[in-house]
């Protein structure tokens, strides 16, 4: 593949979510002479089919550049959006908790990164300004409690199944849902969900996050004695 088609193959993969990773990738190829792009070409394969997977992997990787916020998710931008990640491994959790008691401690900490990002774009976070939801992917979102917790806080969601997830047509059609097969490549289930900062900003939404806080607390579930504070 000479570099015009190679670029091809890159905005084709172009989605909305990864709009600006493309874009950066696009302007390093055209930064690139066409001899040290056809030397690394050969060296990640040479066909169509490992150049796709090499970019695919390129994509994925920047995508994946993810940011601590609290000590259970970090965050990463594009576009328009602030996505929150869970990065942590929950089974070991579960072995120390309840499954219910897990799931009271990831949405606590999830509100306190919805907290924590709110009052970064408060104070004029650079990377935040121009940003006007937070979003998340996660197969969490399978699961009845969770999406109650969502939904009760006015989030949008959206579950995509294993069929959808491997349907080329389907994902050409929803970049969402090719987002959320690159960034869980083995999972049947994935689900997502978003909400504006203006609706974060509201006292409506406020009153209704700090019952829900409220309510996780009297079940004895804190941010300070997870951290081990007295």
């Given at each position: 593949m000479n570099k015009?088609?190679?670029k091809r193959c890159l905005?084709?993969?172009r989605t909305p979510e990864n709009e600006d990773i493309v874009n950066q990738l696009l302007g390093t190829i055209d930064m690139t002479s066409e001899e040290v792009l056809k030397n690394k070409m050969e060296e990640i394969g040479g066909t169509e089919k490992a150049i796709r997977a090499f970019i695919e992997k390129q994509i994925l990787e920047k995508h994946e550049e993810h940011i601590p916020i609290n000590e259970m998710f970090s965050y990463g931008v594009?576009?328009?959006?602030?996505h929150l990640h869970l990065p942590i491994d929950?089974?070991?959790?579960?072995?120390?908790?309840?499954?219910?008691?897990?799931?009271?401690?990831?949405?606590l900490y999830f509100l306190d990164a919805i907290d924590r990002i709110k009052s970064l774009r408060d104070?004029?976070?650079?990377?935040?300004?121009d940003k006007d939801k937070i979003y998340m992917i996660s197969p969490l979102l399978k699961m009845k409690k969770i999406l109650e917790f969502f939904k009760e806080l006015d989030f949008e969601t959206r579950s995509y199944s294993g069929e959808e997830l491997k349907s080329e047509e389907f994902l050409t059609n929803h970049p969402e849902a090719m987002l959320a097969r690159r960034v869980f490549p083995k999972k049947e289930y994935v689900g997502t969900a978003e909400i504006s900062f203006d609706k974060i900003a509201s006292q409506e939404w406020q009153n209704k996050k700090q019952k829900?806080?409220?309510?996780?607390?009297?079940k004895g579930i804190s941010i300070r004695k997870e951290k081990g504070e007295k």
């Amino acid at each position: 593949m000479n570099k015009e088609e190679i670029k091809r193959c890159l905005m084709l993969m172009r989605t909305p979510e990864n709009e600006d990773i493309v874009n950066q990738l696009l302007g390093t190829i055209d930064m690139t002479s066409e001899e040290v792009l056809k030397n690394k070409m050969e060296e990640i394969g040479g066909t169509e089919k490992a150049i796709r997977a090499f970019i695919e992997k390129q994509i994925l990787e920047k995508h994946e550049e993810h940011i601590p916020i609290n000590e259970m998710f970090s965050y990463g931008v594009t576009r328009n959006c602030v996505h929150l990640h869970l990065p942590i491994d929950l089974h070991q959790m579960n072995f120390a908790k309840s499954v219910l008691q897990t799931m009271h401690t990831v949405n606590l900490y999830f509100l306190d990164a919805i907290d924590r990002i709110k009052s970064l774009r408060d104070n004029g976070y650079y990377k935040f300004q121009d940003k006007d939801k937070i979003y998340m992917i996660s197969p969490l979102l399978k699961m009845k409690k969770i999406l109650e917790f969502f939904k009760e806080l006015d989030f949008e969601t959206r579950s995509y199944s294993g069929e959808e997830l491997k349907s080329e047509e389907f994902l050409t059609n929803h970049p969402e849902a090719m987002l959320a097969r690159r960034v869980f490549p083995k999972k049947e289930y994935v689900g997502t969900a978003e909400i504006s900062f203006d609706k974060i900003a509201s006292q409506e939404w406020q009153n209704k996050k700090q019952k829900i806080v409220q309510k996780l607390e009297d079940k004895g579930i804190s941010i300070r004695k997870e951290k081990g504070e007295k």
